[in-house]
């Protein structure tokens, strides 16, 4: 028999159940920041001697030379010959229509004139150099690779550089068929809070990138907060979230299934359910409690099921709705009849998959739309990995003579009163 | 006689002579960071009462109730109606700019069809509630309101929450006036970390918040590091700085007063520039040792310089350009006859001044563009604030019956791949 929390939002205190659900803190102890706040410095002082260190004590190594680090690219066509070609047209498949949506979120340099010759206006360009790490062992996912790599190079990125660890020498040739047909640049086989730093600042080897983006472990994590500044990161994501909300008329299996498929990520994954249809909601336990046994990830999806999973009765899909903009999910599958009218109450979540047929795996791995989404309720305020994650502004601002007396009389009157006067005398010199 | 380095491109150790120009690291000594997670903590278990404690503590007040720290919106009215006419022109006319230029910037919802009938696309929303820090005192700048305020309404943005210290009870009418015309929803005179944890968490009398934006001091830039996550926040400024690329045809009284706007923000504030005409560039040496007795800032000005400013004389304005990509200012002048063409040039940037008349401080304050830019060589990665700061997206996917038989069955391939069964079932369920 399967654990899952049984919630009614008519419960006195369903308010704060929901808020001890939902409540997640990624901590790094001080061990962990010390840890890696030491390799940093490491890095930075020692370059490739301190990686090369690293990688042979952390990753069970025994090279010789910081270049035996690279892997070089024919090793990469080398994977993409050998895996079978289900696999091949899968990945092509998926990374075809990756391409195509990305290509949909390019931003594109604008600027207007007005009437006195001054132009404004906005610059858009890719960033220029890379990081993508890849996590290692067991949690290396081609469809991550995927995922990160191509919307830099449709953003334009001239080069991707990405960083996977082999422990014990083991390279994932999935991993490294999705970074050929990607077009990454250059490929070291380091990982850790090491390979982060060497991104960061470079090395003799490793040519130091503008921004570390990919997922990785605690140590990764607590490396990437430490050099952001000196580079760009992406979000630091807590764990995977999905939030079904049902009328009552899909398949109990499905709506199981999708649970599981994400209590599967991990023991911190949160699947939850919410319906008004008490009745539904009682199916689908029961769907539960027989699909459970056969599952191949059991103990990890009954484990995020009892300690984080929720089946929750609503009064309402209005209801449903409200609960969901608290929530803001990471995924939230509204699988209901007439979706395209009920997302329009929704505000706040990573993705929506809309109706009984869009099931939350598609999107992982080949609908088109990016997989790297915001957790822990900050789709209140981010956003999906996207082209724009690897474009960056510069505003344009080009003042005519009559512009530059124009302004110039305002900023003078603002500066001054801001007590700026350098600022304000600036201004002066360029009125008529 | 001021001073300021003088350096060359052909130096032998130029690129280490630029290196150590640029270096800046903020560091939060273990003081800041121990006091600003105890104030957060306070903050977090007993709310208004430490938020009270706080506020008298440190701002000197002796308020009874935490609904004491509300500033009315009538005060803002009040001081709209107090201040001169012409610093009344001067503010319309800025935020009009400002509000017309951002206006370009929304992002807007898009999707698409397929063939079989599945919907891709993103749904594009604005953040709820936003917290926005206005620093007291000295540093309280009516311009830093508007630059801040506008993007965030011009987004949609429903309810935008302003706080301001007030040392010693005092409000700045001109910072108040600028919040009536931006139309800030709410105000709270409170300040430093404190009011930076009751914007993320809440308390009895403030409202949490999704975002938090705005300058502050090493208490307050802090404090949004530690809150990053519970809420979203803006970049953590560095110091100021301007970089002025001339092809020597520009009045070097004008550059030296260019190099001074950025130089009088304070002592770490960082005024470069650079010139293949080296007889230009002393003329503008000459211009600085005239000038710099006249300024009301003299002090500042002359530390600046001395400690972080520097005149570079350069092979030509190609090589120009290439020592700007690498320093990637936040604020850069092309002061040139050809301002359309350099500019093809320039890859990093927080923004661009092309032109003679295009002085800095008409972007400071009224050109339009946002005046809060990426520093310290982040513009290779960040842009400057913008509409789409206080936007996010959701992925749309909708996928059709015929849909979801083609893309279940890349996707069961890919997630058995990685060993993810529950995907794979989940997806194998919706195929014909």
């Not at 979120?105 to 360009?125: A, C, F, I, N, P």
């Not at 449709?154 to 996977?164: C, F, K, P, Q, R």
């Not at 600042?201 to 490793?206: H, P, Q, R």
């Not at 990995?385 to 305002?410: C, H, N, P, W």
Request: charged residues 20%; aromatic residues 6%.
């Amino acid at each position: 028999m399967s654990e899952i929390r049984q919630l009614a939002t008519s419960d006195s205190d369903f308010q704060q159940q929901l808020d001890q659900l939902l409540a997640w803190e990624s901590v790094s102890d001080d061990a962990v920041n010390t840890t890696v706040n030491d390799i940093i410095a490491n890095i930075r002082q020692r370059g490739d001697a301190a990686l090369l260190e690293y990688t042979n004590r952390f990753d069970g190594w025994n090279a010789k030379s910081a270049a035996d680090l690279e892997v070089p690219l024919a090793r990469l066509e080398q994977a993409w010959n050998t895996i079978p070609v289900a696999q091949q047209e899968a990945l092509n498949h998926a990374a075809e229509r990756v391409r195509v949506y990305h290509e949909r979120q390019k931003g594109e340099s604008w600027s207007y004139r007005e009437e006195d010759g001054t132009l404004l206006g906005q610059k858009v360009t890719p960033l220029e150099r890379v990081g993508l790490y890849v996590p290692g062992g067991k949690a290396a996912y081609p469809s991550s690779v995927l995922m990160n790599a191509l919307p830099a190079k449709v953003a334009g990125v001239s080069e991707l550089i990405m960083v996977v660890p082999t422990p014990g020498g083991e390279l994932n040739e999935l991993v490294l068929a999705a970074a050929h047909i990607c077009g990454v640049d250059r490929v070291f086989a380091v990982g850790g809070a090491q390979a982060v730093a060497a991104l960061a600042y470079g090395t003799e080897l490793i040519p130091p990138v503008d921004k570390v983006v990919g997922p990785g472990n605690i140590y990764v994590a607590t490396a990437k907060r430490a050099v952001f500044g000196q580079v760009g990161i992406d979000m630091v994501a807590g764990p995977s979230e999905i939030l079904v909300v049902c009328d009552g008329q899909t398949d109990p299996d499905w709506v199981a299934m999708d649970l599981f498929s994400q209590a599967e990520h991990d023991e911190d994954a949160q699947s939850i359910l919410i319906s008004p249809d008490a009745d539904f909601v009682a199916r689908v336990k029961q769907s539960i409690d027989r699909l459970l046994p056969t599952m191949e990830r059991e103990p990890i999806i009954a484990t995020a099921l009892k300690e984080r999973g929720a089946l929750i009765v609503c009064q309402d899909m209005d209801e449903a709705c409200r609960v969901a903009n608290y929530i803001a999910p990471e995924h939230l599958e509204l699988s209901v009849a007439d979706p395209l009218v009920v997302v329009e109450q929704i505000q706040h979540a990573g993705a929506i998959f809309m109706g009984r047929y869009s099931s939350e795996p598609l999107g992982d791995y080949c609908a088109g739309p990016n997989h790297v989404l915001p957790t822990s309720r900050t789709a209140r305020f981010s956003s999906p990995l996207g082209v724009y994650d690897f474009q960056k502004r510069s505003s344009l601002i080009m003042v005519s003579e009559a512009g530059a007396d124009q302004l110039g009389r305002t900023a003078s009157v603002l500066a001054r009163g801001e007590g700026l006067t350098a600022h304000a005398r600036s201004a002066e010199y360029r009125l008529k």
